[in-house]
């Protein structure tokens, strides 16, 4: 009688474990889950205004006007543009890139340029020397603004409206 | 590609506490079935529990050392599922004097090692995109092993190999190689597939020259279904494919072609062959009389799901069904036993891990900076998902049930071993993904890139974080 009640505590205690074992790792990884002040991510919906109103003031201005072409403002390839169709853009020395970069310093295949919404994102390819938009060096992909130079290697490019 | 910010903390005592806890269901599984069958703490209780203890304590410390920033919850959870399964297999193997628990011991150490390896060799996930289109071959060398003399043909299926006195399940192996594969070519070309193509309504379809790797795909899961009848490989090499390709595109005209395709594969299939005809009708008509009894009919599934029902909500305890009424309880149908033993609300917690483990794989791969990361992880963590859907759909006859492995649970060497290495290159990436980026001044002078992203970024990254260690 004592072993088979033993046995029965045993029993739930073990589907408990294994719910407590699921229950901590979802603790434990519950701050990717929340979505609060400290990891906001991109643009405050409307009930995150309504709760803190100072979020609207930081709130990146909608773009004003969509940048339509790509310019080389410096670099070998100076005074070239690029019309900006809806496809993503490829930079660097390679052949195949959409902007053949005639930079010693660029990779062959060096970064990106990308259409996500409205607007234009810059991404490293895993380049030698790294991307620097508006002075900092790229570690993830990230949005670029009409007039912000971008460099890669010698050259600097930037989008226009 | 997203704006989610990372925090630099290691979080390695986070894993500590779980792992602690996922020890605790592994080892406390095999206590309860140890008690039950009233040989509690027996010798074979003791080596089990010490080993898989032993070997996870190592990764942890090695994982200390070499992947500081990984993420936290990935090795937990996959402790406590191979945990679970070698304590299945334990409580089977007693039901059937079998000696299965010793081999899966054994392979768990080898893929453990393999993993502690694969961490130490391979230093940054990126090294594997310079070897692209060596794991294309490596993954058609493996494929095609089973076809040679030293392959061996077992319950109709020819994918195993003689290796020694055991065998090897090579296809295993080959769903890593062929995800590097496809990560690193789809990197490279993602904006020329992306470029041309005609808008037909919403869609804009790809041009023809750019189907080719597709072709390619569907030709050799076709090639696994024809040449090896194995048809939940089949399903996972082109699955894991299209998701792949659905990640690096974003194009659903993909996913509907290789539907399409994999539509007229399993038709044409279902016609030419009897064994998927077969299946498909032990899966139709699971309970006729006549489809249970005959040979490769349903008799296992039947049987699987009547072991589900006696199990009800809490399960009939660890132990105290009888799972071993099934053939192979402990590899296919291994997920029918644990829901007897356990019930829906054990089962339901097990799945519960694999959804974790698999968001955990996608959180590496959003975090992470490059694409052939994002690519890679994306991947990998969809063929645990696909395997996990078709191994437990097929349990439950939610779709033809398919000879596929459950991920870290069924016995098996091979898969074993391969989702011990997945697990290695996703806590690899995720080290990557929520390690500190080296910020400051310009990385060093410009060196020209004479190269394109060869070892100079990644000799690089190594310099730059021992210069961090010493500094701390």
């Given at each position: 009688m004592d072993g088979s009640l033993v046995l029965t505590l045993l029993r739930y205690g073990f589907l408990l474990l294994l719910w407590l074992m699921v229950i901590s790792v979802v603790g434990a990884i519950r701050r990717d889950l929340v979505v609060g002040s400290?990891?906001?991510?991109?643009t405050p919906t409307a009930r995150q205004i309504r709760k803190n109103p100072e979020l609207e003031k930081q709130a990146p201005a909608p773009a004003k006007l969509p940048a339509r072409q790509v310019c080389v403002t410096e670099g070998p390839l100076r005074g070239t543009t690029l019309e900006l169709a809806s496809s993503p853009i490829l930079l660097g020395r390679a052949q195949e890139a959409t902007l053949v970069l005639?930079?010693?310093?660029?990779?062959?295949?060096?970064a990106r340029l990308f259409p996500q919404g409205s607007r234009w994102f810059i991404e490293d390819l895993g380049s030698t020397n790294g991307t620097f938009l508006g002075g900092s060096q790229l570690t993830r992909a990230l949005p670029v603004e009409p007039g912000v130079p971008i460099r890669i290697g010698k050259t600097v490019l930037e989008l226009r409206p | 590609m997203s704006d989610v910010l990372t925090v630099p903390k290691s979080r390695r005592n986070m894993e500590a506490v779980l792992l602690l806890l996922a020890l605790l269901v592994g080892v406390g599984a095999n206590m309860v079935i140890g008690l039950d069958q009233d040989r509690a703490f027996d010798a074979d209780f003791w080596t089990q529990g010490a080993t898989l203890v032993g070997l996870v304590l190592i990764f942890h410390i090695v994982l200390r050392i070499r992947a500081k920033y990984a993420d936290p919850v990935i090795l937990p959870i996959v402790t406590a599922l191979n945990g679970i399964g070698l304590a299945m297999i334990h409580r089977l193997d007693i039901a059937n004097n079998d000696t299965a628990a010793d081999r899966q011991l054994l392979w768990s150490a080898v893929a453990v090692a393999a993993a502690i390896a694969v961490l130490f060799v391979i230093k940054?996930?990126?090294?594997?995109?310079?070897y692209t289109y060596i794991s294309l071959i490596v993954s058609a060398i493996l494929l095609l092993l089973p076809l040679t003399p030293i392959g061996l043909e077992l319950n109709g299926a020819r994918i195993w190999i003689q290796v020694g006195s055991g065998t090897f399940q090579p296809g295993e192996i080959a769903k890593i190689t062929l995800a590097i594969f496809f990560a690193g070519y789809l990197s490279t070309n993602r904006d020329l597939i992306l470029l041309a193509g005609r808008k037909v309504g919403p869609l804009q379809l790809p041009r023809f020259k750019d189907l080719g790797p597709m072709v390619a795909a569907w030709l050799v899961s076709i090639g696994v279904l024809v040449l090896q009848r194995d048809l939940g490989s089949s399903i996972l090499f082109f699955g894991l494919f299209m998701a792949m390709i659905y990640v690096a595109t974003s194009r659903v005209s993909w996913v509907l072609i290789g539907v399409a395709l994999l539509t007229a594969g399993g038709l044409a299939a279902m016609q030419l062959f009897s064994h998927v005809s077969l299946r498909i009708d032990g899966w139709i008509n699971a309970f006729d009389p006549e489809v249970i009894n005959r040979p490769g009919g349903s008799w296992q599934v039947v049987q699987g799901l009547f072991g589900l029902a006696s199990g009800?909500?809490?399960?009939?305890?660890?132990?105290?069904?009888?799972?071993?009424?099934?053939?192979y309880a402990n590899s296919d149908m291994i997920i029918a036993a644990l829901g007897e033993e356990l019930g829906l609300i054990g089962i339901f917690a097990i799945v519960l891990m694999y959804v974790l483990l698999v968001s955990r794989g996608f959180r590496a791969a959003l975090g992470t900076r490059d694409g052939f990361g994002k690519l890679l992880a994306c991947g990998l963590s969809f063929t645990i998902a696909l395997q996990c859907f078709v191994v437990i759909g097929g349990v439950t006859r939610l779709i033809p049930l398919t000879g596929l492995t459950t991920p870290f649970m069924s016995a098996g060497g091979s898969s074993l071993l391969a989702n011990w290495i997945i697990v290695a290159l996703l806590l690899l990436i995720s080290e990557a993904a929520r390690r500190p980026a080296a910020v400051g001044p310009m990385g060093g002078p410009m060196v020209p890139?004479?190269?394109?992203?060869?070892a100079k970024p990644a000799a690089r990254k190594r310099s730059l974080r021992k210069k961090e260690a010493s500094g701390s």
């Open positions: 400290r990891n906001r991510t991109g005639e930079d010693d310093y660029a990779s062959g295949r060096h | 940054d996930h990126r090294i594997l995109r310079r009800g909500l809490a399960g009939t305890g660890l132990g105290q069904g009888r799972p071993d009424l099934v053939i890139a004479m190269q394109d992203a060869g």
